[in-house]
């Protein structure tokens, strides 16, 4: 299951097992970070860690917690884009499932933007019934569909900037926290092991005044069907004053 990113937000249901699985949006990296390697739970703080900004971890932590009702996910207007917004870097979210969303979002200043063009989690749940799987299983469950990712496209007022800007990664094993009244109708609770992988974008700040962000991703696999993200962000960089 992926917490920032397309999301197919079902539970899969084998002879064998059952787990939580979608296409997602934010990860771990397998890349060696320039700071001493950190322990974290959340895949994003492991992303954090990449990029350096140990207050991403706090931002992304927030929004997972976020209920269905308020959930950035599925906000197809960009009314819920600042909840669990924090620190030196904002998170701009991919769409619930499979399908696009234009959002309308206020930015302050100086911050930092990541996001996931598309990306893949495998999460083991046997809190919602069914027997137990192993990263390893996860993993082979979701990697064709990683590797299949195509035609990716990332914009920022109309210039190409996936040359310079994207990344594909793929992340160690890690956790997921669901809250009650989650995304998935899963009892609350800590779900693990769970993997992830895909496209990200890291965005230097912006000047303040009007800017445009569609990003773009599709990816063919046995496992999750055909895929499609497309969101597109109408931001305003708000200037901030300290004095």
């Known amino acids: 299951m992926n917490l920032e990113g397309p999301l197919l937000g079902r539970v899969a249901e084998g002879p064998r ?32 860690a990449f990029i350096e900004d140990r207050s991403a971890c706090v931002a992304m932590t927030a929004r997972e917690r ?47 933007l990541f996001f996931p063009v598309i990306n893949f989690v495998d999460v083991n749940a046997p809190q919602c019934g069914g027997a137990i799987q192993t990263a390893e299983e996860l993993q082979a469950e979701s990697q064709p569909a990683i590797n299949d990712i195509h035609s990716l496209l990332v914009e920022i007022d109309g210039h190409d900037v996936k040359k310079t800007l994207l990344q594909l990664v793929v992340p160690k094993p890690f956790a997921v926290t669901l809250p009650t009244n989650n995304l998935f109708g899963c009892p609350a609770g800590i779900y693990s092991p769970a993997v992830d992988g895909g496209a990200y974008v890291s965005v230097p700040p912006l000047t303040p005044g009007r800017h445009t962000i569609h990003f773009h991703g599709e990816s063919d696999s046995d496992f999750f069907g055909h895929v499609v993200q497309d969101v597109t962000y109408e931001l305003t960089v708000v200037p901030i004053s300290l004095e």
């Not at 909840?83 to 911050?111: D, M």
């Open 66 to 112: 976020a209920p269905a009702s308020v959930n950035p996910l599925t906000d197809e207007v960009g009314t819920n884009c600042m909840v669990g917004q924090r620190g030196s870097i904002w998170f701009l979210s991919g769409f619930f499932g499979i399908g696009s969303a234009t959002r309308t979002c206020s930015v302050p200043e100086g911050v930092t």
């Open 17 to 48: 097992r059952t787990h939580l699985r979608r296409p997602c949006n934010h990860c771990g990296l397998m890349f060696e970070p320039t700071r001493p390697r950190q322990k974290h739970r959340n895949p994003s703080c492991r992303v954090a």
